[in-house]
């Protein structure tokens, strides 16, 4: 478990954001809402184990660049995976670790329990695609209004393991001020990176979140994320498990902040 954990460390770029430190953020999000919000009791314990490997390996190799920019550049991995350039990346880099010399943690599994767990790994690893999540989030609002849901059904645990990693992904935006402020112009000066990239590259305008001439504007567009995507996702766990309401209130007291800081 060590060597593959040092493993997992050593194959994540020294990029600002994208790095080890979110990866080991994320899977303590997964740790802290699998037993605070105690959302384990609807997963078997290879469920749980899988997506805390999930959460450790999903952004491996990360470049600091997006799926985006993978194909304006029609970069190899644009070549290789045509949608969720990036993520199918991270989870076939995740199984080149496994298969190294002394890496591979599920090999006291069954033949037919390391063929689930490799299967929730993937799954769960290209569900933090936020075009994906977009997709999903109707579907799942539509299950958790049902009285009684049946989360024994495979398809519904698989939409909740993905709607997880997602929560998991984004839950700086959960943190106190003090450190939500810092991850966020960690996000901004690698998608300024980005941007400067597509202009020297590409000779193209980046997007406003990724101008480095619009840094000005990172309150607003904080806001805009917060309500585009975060909210509706901690009210949605918030609904399926009330202990779960921190992280709606860490991050409606970050909107808040925000919200003063661009009005300044």
């Known amino acids: 478990m060590c060597r593959w954990l040092l493993s997992v460390k050593k194959n994540y770029r020294p990029v600002k954001y994208h790095n080890w430190r ?19 009791k609807y997963f078997s314990d290879l469920e749980v184990f899988a997506l805390i490997v999930a959460c450790l390996c999903h952004d491996l190799d990360h470049r600091g660049t997006n799926n985006a920019f993978q194909t304006k550049t029609d970069s190899p991995l644009a070549a290789l995976y ?16 496994l298969n190294g010399e002394g890496n591979n943690i599920f090999s006291e599994m069954s033949p037919e329990e390391y063929r ?16 994906l999540y977009f997709k999903k989030r109707g579907t799942f609002q ?3 209004a049902e009285p009684n849901v049946d989360w024994s059904a495979d398809n519904n645990r698989e939409l909740l393991r993905a709607m997880m990693m997602t929560a998991c992904d984004v839950a700086a935006i959960t943190k106190p001020w003090e450190i939500q402020r810092v991850v966020a112009e ?10 400067d990239l597509e202009k020297e590259k590409l000779n193209a305008e980046p997007i406003p979140m990724m101008d480095r001439r619009k840094k000005n504007e990172l309150p607003s567009m904080q806001v805009g994320f917060i ?18 309401k921190p992280l709606l209130d860490g991050c409606q007291s970050n909107r808040r902040h925000w919200q003063e800081l661009g009005e300044k």
């Open 186 to 195: 960690m996000v901004a000066s690698e998608f300024f990176d980005q941007g």
């Open 116 to 131: 689930d767990t490799i299967k929730i790994l993937e799954h769960a690893i290209l569900s933090t695609d936020l075009a």
């Open 142 to 144: 539509e299950i958790l």
């Open 22 to 40: 979110h990866a080991f953020n994320v899977a303590q999000s997964m740790f802290t809402i699998m037993k605070t919000g105690s959302l384990c």
């Open 82 to 97: 045509s949608t969720s350039t990036m993520e199918h990346h991270h989870f076939d880099h995740c199984i080149m670790i």
């Open 227 to 244: 309500d585009f995507i975060c909210l509706p996702i901690y009210e949605l766990f918030y609904k399926l498990e009330p202990s779960l």
